[in-house]
């Protein structure tokens, strides 16, 4: 099992829909979560943090963190087609060591 | 304020040749790390640095693999020799201090090993 799981996709909305990612992680250890968004050839850039159990809201996303069932999703309201990229789900475990994993991504397509 | 900048963009080797990376992270961030990205798959820790400490670098393949941060701000990632599996991207990213902080990605280096 991989530490950190998401769906590869990939995802397919239509413009304007919302658009739901989910991510599980395996270590109950783990303390903050962050989703990444990454165009094809290009690095991850960060679009939200979270390290509270509910629901943060950044414009059109929300990031929903349940620490209790050991999963974060994001929801993407009003998909753009500029929204198309591979998001990434990023899991920090509070060690004296640190640890950043990320999972494999999924793939999210906004179809005009 | 200057993003994280590495270099080479892109490198083209034949197997068993070595080959290094540079990063220079965003100034006044202490912590660096090295990421290895395999196509369709997300970026994978090599290395992290706390200033010039290697804290984590539990996943670095130390036969072949090598890196180094002297000052605590340029680091240098280095392959010898070169295998067919090392082709990848090669990420630097860096943050301000503790690692539940942000982390800022450079724009990778993409490595082809003929």
């Known amino acids: 099992q991989k530490e950190v799981e998401q769906n590869s996709g990939p995802l397919s909305v239509p413009e304007g829909a919302i658009a739901s990612l989910n991510c599980t992680y395996s270590?109950?250890?783990?303390?903050?979560f962050f989703w990444y968004r990454q165009y094809s050839g290009k690095s991850p850039e960060l679009i939200m943090s979270?390290?509270?159990?509910g629901d943060k809201e950044d414009g059109r996303f929300t990031a929903q963190l349940n620490k209790a069932s050991q999963y974060v999703s994001l929801l993407i309201r009003d998909s753009q087609p500029s929204d198309s990229a591979t998001y990434l789900c990023?899991?920090?475990?509070?060690?004296?060591?640190?640890?950043?994993?990320f999972g494999d991504g999924t793939t999210l397509t906004v179809k005009p | 304020e200057a993003g994280v900048v590495q270099s080479p963009r892109y490198k083209i080797i034949e197997k068993k040749q070595p080959v290094a990376f540079w990063c220079n992270p965003i100034?006044?961030?202490?912590?660096l790390y090295w990421y290895r990205q395999n196509l369709g798959q997300g970026p994978e820790l090599l290395i992290r640095?706390?200033?010039?400490?290697?804290?984590?670098d539990s996943q670095l393949p130390k036969d072949r693999f090598s890196a180094e941060r002297l000052k605590g701000v340029d680091s240098t990632l280095k392959i010898q020799p070169a295998e067919l599996g090392d082709s990848a991207v090669y990420l630097c990213?860096?943050?301000?201090?503790?690692?539940?902080?942000?982390?800022?990605f450079g724009p990778g280096t993409r490595l082809l090993v003929l």
């Open positions: 990213a860096s943050s301000s201090g503790q690692f539940l902080e942000t982390q800022y």
């Open positions: 270590d109950r250890g783990s303390q903050s």
């Open positions: 979270i390290y509270s159990n």
């Open positions: 990023a899991v920090n475990v509070n060690t004296n060591a640190g640890k950043s994993t």
């Open positions: 100034s006044g961030h202490n912590t």
């Open positions: 640095y706390e200033n010039e400490e290697a804290v984590d």
